[in-house]
């Protein structure tokens, strides 16, 4: 599909260009619209350009050359950390609901439930801090073979995404703030996804077993999900292979 019939595709079926569009400017008087520099993370990403430096050199003259123009790696994170993550994450859950409404987020083996997975993961691991949020420990690592004590800085997220599709389907991602634990962010990530999509979106929760605490647990049905803790999203077949109660049943929820 070319980029072209795939933003037309987008557009078609998601309103995509309307969604981004709708979303408010972070800046004051910005020289390039917040929708020119969405669009040029949007499909860099989609190409899995994988920096802001390579990004620049695309919008330049590369791919993206003609769609988006010359753009700088310094405007785009100007642009990116001033931008609201509440509304992105809310364009996000616009497009799961309508990935729900067109049947595409179950499947046979899941009977008809919309299964999610929920686990944490680190991202990037830094010996230059790279922002005001950033965790730090110490850690011991050896420099032109010398072993040293030094502070590491790093992120983790924690995703939660759709293992009854054919292909895993992010629904949201939290950031783990600093002398933050896994769990707890889990948490506030579910409640803001049940909060944007509305109860009996999704029908079962599975996670490994750091998640099979009380506490948790007891949160996640007052959320109303049924849940599985001990798989991992990254063992399909195990999952397949995991007898799904016939008790549990898909949720009403409306399109
Ligand atoms: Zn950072």
């Known amino acids: 599909m070319s980029r072209h019939r795939f933003e037309a595709y987008l557009d078609k079926v998601f309103g995509f260009s309307r969604l981004v569009g709708a979303l408010p400017e972070g800046r004051q008087s910005p020289t390039h619209r917040w929708q020119k520099v969405f669009d040029a993370v949007f499909l860099a990403a989609a190409m899995q350009v994988p920096s802001l430096l390579q990004i620049e050199a695309e919008c330049r003259r590369g791919a993206l050359a ?3 123009g010359p ?3 310094d405007t785009i994170g100007y642009a990116l950390q001033r931008q609201s993550p509440e509304h992105v994450f809310a364009l996000g859950c616009e497009i799961a609901r309508r990935l729900k409404c ?5 499947s046979d083996w899941s009977r008809g439930l919309i299964v999610a997975a929920v686990d944490g993961i680190e991202i990037c691991s830094p010996f230059a ?5 950033c965790m730090q420990r110490e850690v011991q690592h050896r420099v032109r073979g010398e072993m040293r ?3 590491q800085y790093y992120h983790r997220i924690v995703a939660v995404v759709t293992v ?5 389907v992010p629904l949201g991602i939290r950031f783990q703030k600093d002398g933050e634990a896994e769990v707890p962010c889990a948490l506030a990530l579910l409640q803001d996804l049940v909060g944007h999509l509305g109860r ?3 029908d079962l929760l599975v996670g490994d077993a ?3 605490q009380a506490p948790f647990v007891k949160e996640v049905e007052r959320l109303g999900l049924d849940w599985a803790f001990t798989l991992k999203e990254n063992q399909p077949d195990l999952l397949r292979e995991a007898d799904i109660p016939p008790s549990i049943k898909a949720r009403p929820w409306s399109c």
């Open 66 to 68: 003609k769609r988006i």
């Open 71 to 73: 753009i700088s790696d």
């Open 102 to 106: 067109n049947e595409i987020l179950r």
């Open 129 to 133: 801090r790279c922002c005001d949020a």
């Open 149 to 151: 004590t030094d502070i």
């Open 164 to 168: 009854s599709t054919t292909f895993p």
């Open 200 to 202: 009996g979106f999704l």
């Open 210 to 212: 750091l998640y099979l």
